[in-house]
């Protein structure tokens, strides 16, 4: 059965950083195009970035203008997981974040990110 799971979510200080993690199962990671979107009451889910997959490696990273700069994605295909590296944290990226695999609709249940003095 495929599943995600993200965690590394909680609260941090504005300016500083956190890196979630997605892991992946029933499939393998390297073989589709990976994603994080956020979501804050009110609004719809945002694309934050995503990372292709080997299968088409002229899409390789995505960033949304908001968080460009400062996160990154990447993919550690020995531990089939996706990482979201996010620094220079400000209070507007407060969201619960969710990893998806593209194909298919594939959501994990989200993390909590809190950027609050």
């Known amino acids: 059965q495929v599943h995600l799971v993200e965690s590394g979510g909680g609260l941090v200080q504005p300016g500083g950083s956190l890196r979630l993690s997605c892991v992946a199962s029933g499939f393998t990671v390297s073989d589709y195009a990976m994603s994080w979107y956020r979501e804050t009451p009110g609004k719809p889910r945002e694309l934050v970035a995503s990372?292709?997959?080997?299968?088409?490696?002229?899409?390789?990273?995505y960033y949304a203008d908001s968080v460009k700069g400062r996160f990154t994605i990447s993919r550690d295909n020995t531990k089939n997981m996706v990482y979201l590296q996010m620094n220079s944290l400000k209070p507007e990226d407060t969201a619960v974040y969710y990893c998806?695999?593209?194909?298919?609709?594939?959501w994990g249940q989200g993390t909590q990110v809190t950027v609050s003095s």
């Open positions: 990372i292709g997959s080997i299968v088409d490696p002229t899409k390789m990273t």
């Open positions: 998806k695999r593209q194909i298919g609709e594939i």
